[in-house]
Nanobody, 118 residues
Framework: QVQLVESGGGLVQAGGSLRLSCAAS????????MGWYRQAPGKQRELVAT???????DCADSVKGRFTISRDNAKNTVYLQMNSLKPEDTAVYYC????????????WGQGTQVTVSS
């Protein structure tokens, strides 16, 4: 029911920045905890950051201080600002929506590739 479409991925040099966007449709956006996850080849998908409808955030230690998650409820969009990118940040980044109350309602976007060159 909920559809998520990521954009903004690409190729960037180490130390550079990218901003990912995730546009949501098909649900009441403000009722969902939004998140970004990533998966590198041969590795499990891992949490990058989450943000509640009220704006509280959590992020992985590996990106703390470099990445910032935000949301614009008027635009039904969540963002991931990525600064000081490192080659180990290379992965497919996935947008996630999880209902704040019905936690089995969990949706994923198709992903966007981020490649960081050294």
């Amino acid at each position: 029911q909920v559809q998520l479409v990521e954009s903004g991925g690409g190729l960037v040099q180490a130390g550079g920045s990218l901003r990912l966007s995730c546009a949501a449709s098909g649900g009441i956006f403000r009722l969902y905890v939004m998140g970004w996850y990533r998966q590198a080849p041969g590795k499990q998908r891992e949490l990058v950051a989450t943000i509640s409808s009220g704006g509280s955030t959590d992020c992985a230690d590996s990106v703390k201080g470099r990445f910032t998650i935000s949301r614009d409820n008027a635009k039904n969009t969540v963002y991931l600002q990525m600064n000081s990118l490192k080659p180990e940040d290379t992965a497919v980044y996935y947008c996630n929506a999880r209902h704040s109350y019905l936690r089995d309602y969990n949706y994923w976007g198709q992903g966007t590739q981020v490649t960081v060159s050294s």
